[in-house]
């Protein structure tokens, strides 16, 4: 069930602000993050997500600005906030030389949760993520799908009310990805408060009820996914690829400006966005132009991120 805050939010962050000597990891953001919603940190590589998330879990302190977290300060009350947090880091920290259900039982312990109890929930825990059969198998025979779920059930044994998730599917193939995703969805309809970071696109748009983008340690850009594809993007966008030379596409560029919306050259294929993609392609034929192949698909929040940070690699 969501907490009752009263109307407050679970986390308020103002002018929030990491430094490492003189390497800025935050650069003074401020977002609120409300009980019974799922929020998300979105950005690439160095952003700023995990820097930030580890400030919440009072992992590590605060430099500048004000942070709130179930309605207590990290430098006063660190004790109390993470006995109300239930973290799911982004590398798994399990201890892989004892049995399933006894990761759980043991991480109870550091909740003074009774053993009948510990055990009570364990075994729920164990059904909820889809683990009952493997309780009594030792954790390194587990997949990596496996060991991430045995990590969100661990992370639920305190009742939290605050769920952090740092990169929750990072390393997992696709099936043990949607697995993840359903047992979180879950959790968010029973009222379940969630903070996730993630640089998967889909991941936001399927989990998130609000989002912020980060960039260089700030905050770009905040709002629901369909909220931020509206503003940053169109509603379809058409890729086209031509036949020849890739060094011909700006030239075809400059004949398809008008168009649509908005036209972006890549390396293997021109992008348009525009509001009615068949009839964006219907132009493209009247031009004559070598077209190759062409696909129209509804805006993503893939579209959103890339025209904020950049197509360019982060390292």
Same mark, same amino acid.
């Given at each position: ?8 939010? %679970? ?30 940190? %979105? ?22 600005? *004000? %942070? ?71 954790? *390194? ?150 077209? *190759? ?21 982060? *390292?």
């Amino acid at each position: 069930m969501p907490l009752s805050t009263n109307g407050n939010p %679970l986390i308020h962050a103002r002018g929030l602000t990491k430094r490492f000597d003189q390497f800025t990891a935050v650069d003074g953001i401020d977002f609120d993050v409300h009980a019974g919603e799922a929020f998300g940190f %979105l950005g690439p590589n160095g952003a700023g997500k995990t820097s930030t998330m580890r400030m919440i879990g009072c992992a590590s302190p605060v430099t500048a600005g *004000e %942070l709130e977290v179930l309605g207590m300060s990290p430098r006063t009350h660190a004790s109390r906030i993470k006995a109300r947090l239930g973290v799911v880091p982004q590398m798994d920290n399990l201890d892989s030389e004892i049995t399933v259900r006894e990761n759980l039982l043991m991480y109870a312990r550091y909740f003074d949760i009774s053993s009948d109890t510990a055990k009570r929930k364990a075994g729920e825990l164990l059904e909820f993520v889809e683990l009952s059969e493997r309780g009594e198998a030792q954790v *390194e025979s587990l997949s990596g799908g496996m060991r991430r779920r045995l990590t969100i059930a661990r992370a639920l044994i305190n009742d939290p009310d605050l769920i952090l998730l740092d990169e929750p599917t990072t390393g997992l193939d696709p099936q043990a990805r949607h697995v993840v995703w359903d047992r979180l969805y879950q959790l968010k309809r029973r009222g379940a408060t969630l903070l996730l970071t993630t640089h998967y696109m889909d991941e936001a748009e399927r989990l998130c009820d609000r989002l912020v983008v980060m960039d260089k340690a700030k905050i770009v850009a905040e709002g629901s996914p369909r909220a931020l594809i509206e503003h940053y993007s169109t509603r379809e966008v058409l890729e086209l690829r031509f036949a020849g030379e890739t060094s011909a596409l700006a030239n075809i560029v400059a004949l398809l400006i008008g168009v649509a919306e908005r036209v972006e050259e890549l390396p293997d294929r021109i992008q348009l966005y525009t509001t009615d993609g068949e009839r964006a392609l219907q132009q493209v034929h009247a031009l004559g132009l070598p077209l *190759e192949s062409a696909v129209v698909r509804r805006s993503t929040l893939e579209d959103v991120f890339l025209r904020i940070t950049g197509r360019g690699l982060v *390292e």
